[in-house]
């Protein structure tokens, strides 16, 4: 079976819209597995709902290897933590094949905050509890948990100020109206450049190779801090292993490509092909510590 796949054109749901990081990390590497397939890797950005209608879409598609999907830790940890009855089981209803990559976020600050690094930000936020804001795209966001996963380790209080979508949050931030914020790494360097904002920490664990000078959050003084955005790409469950495992090696050879590579590092993604059980297991634990710090900070939906 897997030494005849594909025999027709792919489908590749991306629950978020084109152009997004996760759009991006879809369609650089499928041009390459269109190309190694000799038959057209199709994105289907299936918007809506927090992305929970294209991941729906995907869990109830027939599991023969013609449907994909590729998204990230929203739909498959944070949702689940958010929604008590989402249509879709990120472990029961889907095949892992590959995580894709990790997704830095960086907390910056407009370059009018009086602090410039985050023993600063902490000093200032102790002497002022409940004083400094900070922006997100939405509750539960890639932006809103790693800010309350950094307001319990240091002990601070901040308010949230939720938005509906990156792009106003960020934009605010970086006017000024809005001290602080989380935001993608690959959003950050011309306003870093441009002198509106202030990189203060990375938040994984492992320093960017895109941003190699910015500390890590752990080496900035919040110890255990460890947080990343991140997308893979999964099947239907029930998709035959055979199947599983050719997306799974054709995957990772396509992102090793040096001009693919090349592309994506650039955009501040951290690659990380995976094999489907270290992609699986690594969905569940993600699900684990996103549901405590949801349950810790009391987050809840809109």
């Known amino acids: 079976?897997?030494?005849?796949?594909?025999?027709?054109?792919?489908?590749?749901?991306?629950?978020?819209?084109?152009?997004?990081?996760?759009?991006?990390?879809?369609?650089?590497?499928?041009?390459?597995?269109?190309?190694?397939?000799?038959?057209?890797?199709?994105?289907?950005?299936?918007?809506?709902?927090?992305?929970?209608?294209?991941?729906?879409?995907?869990?109830?598609?027939?599991?023969?290897?013609?449907?994909?999907?590729?998204?990230?830790?929203?739909a498959l940890a944070t949702s689940p933590a958010l929604y008590p009855k989402l249509p879709y089981d990120p472990v029961r209803d889907f095949a892992p094949i590959s995580l894709g990559a990790f997704i830095p976020v960086v907390l910056v600050a407009h370059a009018s905050q009086p602090f410039a690094t985050v023993?600063?930000?902490?000093?200032?936020?102790?002497?002022?509890?409940?004083?400094?804001?900070y922006a997100s795209g939405g509750n539960g966001s890639a932006q809103h948990v790693p800010m309350e996963m950094f307001k319990q380790i240091a002990g601070i209080d901040l308010v949230h100020v939720p938005y509906k979508g990156l792009g106003p949050a960020f934009n605010d931030v970086v006017s000024g109206q809005l001290p602080i914020m989380f935001a993608g790494l690959s959003n950050t360097p011309a306003q870093?450049?441009?002198?509106?904002?202030?990189?203060?920490?990375?938040?994984?664990?492992k320093r960017s190779s895109a941003m190699p000078d910015l500390p890590t959050m752990q080496e900035a003084g919040v110890p255990g801090f460890d947080y990343a955005a991140w997308a893979g790409i999964l099947a239907p469950a029930g998709t035959p292993a055979a199947i599983v495992q050719k997306v799974n090696a054709d995957w990772?050879?396509?992102?090793?490509?040096?001009?693919?590579?090349?592309?994506?590092?650039?955009?501040?993604?951290?690659?990380?092909?995976?094999?489907?059980?270290?992609?699986?297991?690594?969905?569940?634990r993600e699900m684990a510590k996103v549901a405590k710090v949801v349950k810790d900070a009391n987050i809840r939906v809109d």
């Open 252 to 284: 990772a050879r396509v992102i090793a490509m040096p001009d693919v590579r090349e592309k994506l590092v650039t955009l501040g993604f951290e690659l990380a092909p995976t094999t489907p059980a270290e992609f699986g297991e690594m969905i569940r």
């Open 119 to 133: 023993k600063e930000l902490i000093d200032y936020a102790k002497a002022n509890p409940g004083k400094l804001h």
């Open 1 to 74: 079976m897997a030494q005849t796949y594909p025999e027709k054109p792919v489908r590749l749901i991306v629950p978020f819209s084109a152009g997004s990081a996760v759009d991006t990390l879809a369609r650089i590497p499928g041009q390459k597995l269109s190309e190694l397939w000799g038959h057209q890797i199709v994105v289907d950005n299936r918007i809506g709902a927090n992305s929970t209608i294209g991941t729906e879409a995907a869990a109830k598609a027939p599991a023969d290897g013609y449907t994909l999907l590729l998204t990230n830790d929203a």
């Open 192 to 205: 870093i450049k441009a002198g509106r904002i202030r990189a203060l920490a990375i938040g994984s664990a």
